[in-house]
């Protein structure tokens, strides 16, 4: 069931400890993930290509009000967690509030942190701390031409 796989904080560090103890990279990255498209579906298959396990760090509906703005996200959290949770190259969901990731990254303590190519490897919340214990900080290249407000104005206009 893919709800087995959205996991409070506790649950997930549990998680991710097993993975490691039993020699299993564990690869994590974040986002919004608001109105699912091809852009996303690329990244995530590539973040879990650099490790055996991948967890995903999801943004409540409250933080995704606090970066993009009162109107969105579009889609609901608990939706969107369980839509990250049915893709197979999708290991562990985590909801987190606050506005980055770090306390996230911090307790989780990934073999791997990737975010996309948008950002420089210096500018990556929580980089310091996969730094500090020898793990890899590394960029995945995005799909060109896909972003959630993208569509959301290729809608506006349409309708």
Same mark, same amino acid.
């Given at each position: 069931?893919?709800?087995?796989? @959205? ?14 103890? +039993? %020699?299993? /990279? ?59 949770? +049915? ?6 969901? !985590? ?7 770090? &306390? ?16 420089? !490897?210096?500018?990556?919340?929580? &980089?310091? @701390?996969? &730094?500090?214990?020898? %793990? ?10 896909? +972003?959630?407000?993208?569509?959301? /104005? ?6």
């Amino acid at each position: 069931m893919t709800s087995e796989k @959205i996991t409070s904080l506790p649950e997930a560090c549990q998680r991710v400890q097993t993975w490691q103890a +039993s %020699g299993e /990279q564990v690869v994590f990255t974040n986002g919004c993930f608001d109105i699912v498209h091809l852009g996303h579906i690329d990244y995530l298959e590539k973040a879990r290509a650099k490790g055996q396990k991948l967890v995903v760090g999801l943004n409540t509906d409250a933080s995704v009000r606090t970066l993009k703005g009162e109107k969105r996200p579009i889609i609901p959290e608990n939706a969107r967690a369980r839509m990250m949770a +049915s893709f197979e190259f999708v290991d562990l969901v !985590v909801l987190f509030g606050e506005q980055t990731p770090y &306390a996230l990254i911090e307790a989780l303590q990934p073999d791997i942190l990737v975010k996309g190519s948008d950002y420089q !490897v210096a500018q990556i919340i929580g &980089a310091d @701390i996969i &730094a500090a214990k020898g %793990g890899k900080v590394e960029t995945i290249d995005l799909v060109e031409g896909y +972003s959630t407000t993208n569509i959301i /104005q290729k809608i506006k206009e349409a309708y």
